[in-house]
């Protein structure tokens, strides 16, 4: 389907929306974003991606965002599915909101919270649900212009939508302006995602100029009189048109004669038009231009009247009077999205500019890493009454200029009328358009305004929003709050902000600290600041801070009704989650910890939070009595999870994992469950790095690494990367290492540069390992690999970690110094690595030292005796990729002594599991070493169950138990499309073409 000729010198620009749109109808998602400087014909475009999207069925969800709006909570998601559900029937409705997609009701306005919070994870995953729901009887392209105007909420559900479209028959058609100044961190990274490909409008050249200066005053004009108007507006389509309506206004002949006449029109057409009109205006239309300014696009005419103090007639005819409809019209009218290009005619002016190529032809090119972004976020207003009329100005320069015009101290008294009108016509029904208001409005201390922004922000934050919530309760504090309210908007303020910014949360929580009164109230202020600190440098005064509130707490209080033995007991945890993340903190430790054990004697969720706490530390020095402390804080059923539990849980499964316990994943699946439910993406992103430890202690590579690579993702929606102290680089290592065992070290490598270590004592032990495996694939000469893992070690013992199974790297530097002609080092340290091991116990890190000190061994019986106590302990462990290992190496050694046929047995053992393990690299050489040992290894992949990843095992038992593909996918949280793919995988490895077949094959 070609574009259709309506626009000047747009085909290029046209064709590559309509080909989104074919794309979208296909069924394969995509995503364009148009971009260029305001008045270039963006919104035009947008308008006219409707036609080719109506002729081929594919259902159009518009949303239009708001420079003056930012404190509307979804407001663009509102705009889009907020008509969809309004206008469903009862049985329509329930399956779009079916599922997952429930709490999508609350977050576009259409249901009341029940109280309980949604975080902002599960808001994004509800939206996701929304769309695929909405995409289920159709082809669906979301239309959203301004975007540089949009609300961060609605951006953040742009960014967590976009890399899944593939799966989906869902378009994103976006417009923004490439030159507004302050961008949006997450706007800029959206804008610069190769999946969007990215549509800038050029400006016209003096022939389509000309053509459009024909379009408006309907007749050709002087070539003269067109290339001064080209100059005057430097060919902007919507400067263009302003500056010929100027010339039709003042009666200007459009002859050769007159060309010089418009010179000095065009630069400031648009402001120039606004001044022109306001000097002719009589006070109540002044009045009323301000009012819809200050209102926002799709005001009702009646709240904009009232506003201006004006009565409904005077209102109508002050609409005339301002310029209806070229400069205010209906809020759905047609006109609306015009910003320059000129609409009907099919008089063959769009094919100008390519008839005459350069400057005029759109540039479109995919993916394009150099878009560059600024401008505030915003939002738009809803949630007026039905049957209202409603009006806006035709673009948002007109917007601006008349709002422009209005004095600072006017609009702010404005704003605040206007968040009354708001209350009074519908209470509080609509608190994020009166907290928007309210933003604006200059602080005067009054009671009203700082109850309103504070349930804005207990409903924003109720809807997965903390950053506008924490917006709302900043702007509540200027206000301010009356002196004995302070501190709790604080607390509120640290409550929210700490899902996304714990340095920020943490400085609230300070701030709180020295206005509060009572002991067992500094001291809980000061547990949750420790909870904060954990992850952000802590400074000396935070860990003052801590010490004197566990101080404040009468000793002889413990087992008190006011609980303050557990309250004791939380804190001491979070002095330790401080000071695990200081180089000096750890130093203490040793000192710090035995007096607290006794703390842990209490019962609550404080003391097993301690309990946490010191089993991870009691960990990284290698003591096996951590396993027991972890099981019991984790199996007491008071670490329900929560922002506030975060850390001690992360700490405690963390040790199920470095101890390889089988429950370990279990537990790591209902985090994971809860932060998809109702959780946040700091619980996400904390729940994924662990959980991929998990998987790589098992050998489930492709398992770790998807883990990772959500954990990556979520932290990148965040944008906390550079503010983690330990999240961060604990998922890139674990990403890295992942990728490297998997043979992708080109992967690894990228992974291993953008990670941010070295600030704190976690990243340097966590991404250490990697970084010297990298160098071995790397072939980089063994004596400089020895002296860097050598330098990581001494600087990790430093800091108290000497468990092998947190930091690996004594054996590559082993294998290192041996290959550099030190192998007495090389034997004291693959000694003191299986000695520790041992220590700790669990199977995986004694079967690596026994695998690498047989590499180290003098005489090859003894290589052997190692080898086989590599592979007693590894074969019933949990660690499937270090049995692998084992047994390759023990397979080459017997082949290697004269032991042919067990040699190759061993080997095709460890093909299994290489192959079961996705280690291509191992797998590739066992393949050699079977080949060498005179056998003919298999080269297709391994079937049957065992073949299976955890991932396909749990899509395949939900299959064979009757759930349909869309069931599976809300269970796991995952797309339909993804879920297909699985099953193609599964049937493919269990040999099977139909789903009846699924639960036969699975039987053992």
């Not at 995602?193 to 379009?215: C, E, Q």
């Not at 400085?507 to 600190?533: C, K, M, P």
């Not at 297909?980 to 094959?1001: C, D, M, N, P, Q």
């Amino acid at each position: 389907m070609s574009a259709h000729p309506r626009l000047v010198e747009r085909r290029e620009a046209s064709a590559a929306l309509t080909r989104a749109v074919e794309s979208v109808r296909r069924g394969s998602g995509c995503a364009v974003l148009v971009e260029g400087v305001a008045g270039i014909g963006k919104s035009a475009l947008l308008a006219e991606v409707r036609r080719p999207a109506h002729a081929l069925g594919v259902r159009v969800l518009a949303a239009r965002a708001g420079e003056l709006e930012t404190g509307f909570v979804f407001g663009v998601v509102r705009q889009l599915f907020e008509p969809l559900l309004v206008g469903a029937d009862p049985k329509r409705r329930a399956a779009l909101l079916a599922g997952p997609a429930a709490p999508a009701a609350a977050v576009v306005g259409q249901s009341a919270t029940d109280g309980s919070a949604v975080g902002d994870y599960a808001a994004l995953n509800s939206l996701l649900w929304l769309t695929v729901n909405a995409a289920e009887q159709g082809p669906l392209l979301l239309l959203v212009d301004d975007l540089h105007w949009c609300d961060p909420p609605s951006l953040r559900y742009l960014a967590f939508l976009l890399p899944r479209l593939a799966e989906l028959n869902v378009g994103v058609v976006a417009a923004a302006r490439g030159d507004e100044p302050g961008a949006d961190r997450l706007l800029t990274l959206l804008a610069t995602d190769p999946a969007f490909t990215v549509v800038r409008p050029r400006p016209l050249t003096p022939i389509g100029t000309s053509a459009l200066l024909a379009r408006v005053f309907e007749e050709r004009v002087a070539p003269e009189f067109a290339r001064a108007c080209h100059r005057a507006t430097r060919g902007n389509p919507l400067l263009l048109r302003e500056l010929a309506r100027a010339v039709r206004d003042q009666g200007l002949p459009t002859d050769a004669a007159h060309a010089g006449d418009v010179v000095d029109l065009g630069p400031h057409a648009i402001a120039r038009l606004v001044e022109r009109r306001r000097a002719r205006l009589d006070p109540p239309a002044v009045r009323l231009a301000a009012a819809l300014a200050v209102l926002g696009d799709g005001a009702p005419l009646a709240d904009a009247a009232e506003l201006a103090g004006v009565g409904m007639h005077t209102a109508l005819a002050a609409l005339d009077t301002i310029g209806f409809p070229e400069i205010v019209c209906d809020s759905d009218c047609g006109n609306c999205a015009d910003d320059g290009d000129a609409h009907g005619g099919t008089d063959g002016g769009s094919d100008a500019g390519d008839r005459a190529g350069g400057g005029g032809r759109d540039a479109v090119r995919s993916g394009d890493p150099a878009y560059g972004y600024g401008g505030p976020a915003g939002t738009r207003r809803g949630g007026y009454a039905a049957g209202a009329r409603r009006v806006r100005f035709v673009h948002p320069l007109i917007r601006s200029a008349v709002y422009a015009s209005i004095s600072a101290a006017g609009r702010a008294r404005m704003h605040r009328a206007a968040a009354r009108l708001v209350e009074a016509r519908g209470g509080e029904a609509d608190l994020a358009q009166i907290a928007a208001h309210l933003l604006h409005a200059v602080p005067a201390g009054d009671p009203r305004t700082v109850t309103l922004l504070r349930r804005a922000a207990a409903r924003a934050g109720g809807l997965g929003a903390p950053a506008e919530a924490a917006a709302y309760l900043r702007r509540c504090l200027e206000e301010p709050p009356p002196p004995a309210e302070r501190t709790a908007v604080l607390l509120e303020l640290a409550d929210v902000t700490l899902a996304r910014d714990v340095g920020a949360a943490a400085g609230h929580l300070h701030s709180a600290l020295r206005l509060a009164t009572g002991s067992v109230e500094r001291a809980r202020i000061a547990a949750l600041l420790g909870e904060a600190a954990a992850y952000v440098q802590p400074t000396a005064e935070a860990l003052a801070d801590l010490e004197r509130a566990v101080a404040e707490i009468e000793p002889d209080a413990a087992g008190g009704a006011d609980g303050s033995a557990d309250l004791r007991a939380r804190i001491a945890a979070t002095v330790l989650f401080t000071e695990f993340a200081t180089r000096s903190g750890r130093a203490a430790l040793p000192r710090r910890v035995p007096p607290l054990r006794r703390l842990t004697e209490a019962e609550g969720p404080g003391a097993r939070m301690l309990d946490c706490a010191i089993a991870y530390q009691d960990a990284m020095t290698g003591d096996p009595r951590a396993v027991e402390r972890a099981r019991r804080a984790l199996s007491s059923g008071l670490l329900e999870p929560s922002e506030h539990t975060l850390t001690a849980l992360a700490l405690g499964l963390a040790v199920l994992v470095l101890a390889e316990d089988p429950a370990a994943i279990r537990r790591l699946d209902e985090l994971m469950a809860y932060a998809r439910r109702r959780g946040s993406l700091r619980i996400l992103a904390t729940a994924c790095t662990v959980r991929a430890r998990g998987w790589l202690s098992l050998g489930q590579l492709a398992e770790a690494e998807t883990d990772a690579r959500e954990g990556v993702e979520a932290a990148r929606i965040l944008e906390r990367l550079p503010r983690t102290a330990v999240l961060g680089p604990v998922v890139r290592a674990t990403l890295a290492d992942a990728l490297l065992q998997r043979g992708l070290a080109d992967e690894a490598e990228e992974v291993l540069g953008a990670a941010e270590g070295g600030r704190f004592g976690g990243p340097v032990h966590m991404l250490s390992g990697p970084r010297v495996r990298l160098a071995l694939t790397r072939g980089v000469p063994a004596a400089e690999v020895a002296e860097s893992a050598l330098a990581v070690g001494r600087a990790t013992e430093e800091l108290g970690i000497v468990n092998p199974a947190v930091t690996q790297w004594r054996l590559p530097a082993a294998l290192a110094l041996r290959a550099a002609g030190r192998p007495e080092e090389a034997h004291e340290l693959a000694v003191r690595e299986l000695d520790l091991a041992r220590g700790w116990g669990a199977p995986g890190p004694v079967g690596r030292a026994l695998r690498v000190g047989a590499g180290l061994a003098a005489d090859r019986g003894r290589a052997l005796e190692l080898l086989r106590e590599a592979v007693g302990v590894l074969e019933g462990s949990q660690a499937r990729l270090e049995y692998a290992e084992a047994e390759a190496d023990l397979g080459t050694a017997l082949h290697a002594a004269g032991q042919a046929r067990e040699g190759r047995a061993r080997l095709r053992v460890a093909l299994d599991l290489a192959d079961q393990c996705d280690a291509a690299p191992l797998a590739g050489r066992v393949r050699a070493a079977l080949r060498a040992a005179g056998a003919r290894p298999r080269r297709s992949a391994l079937t049957g169950p065992r073949a299976l990843t955890p991932s396909e095992v749990r899509v395949a038992d939900l299959a064979a138990r009757g759930h349909t593909n869309r069931g599976i996918a809300q269970q796991l949280f995952v797309t339909p499309k993804t879920v297909e793919v699985h099953l193609s995988r599964i049937y493919r490895k269990l040999g099977i073409t139909a789903r009846t077949e699924l639960a036969r094959a699975l039987r053992p």
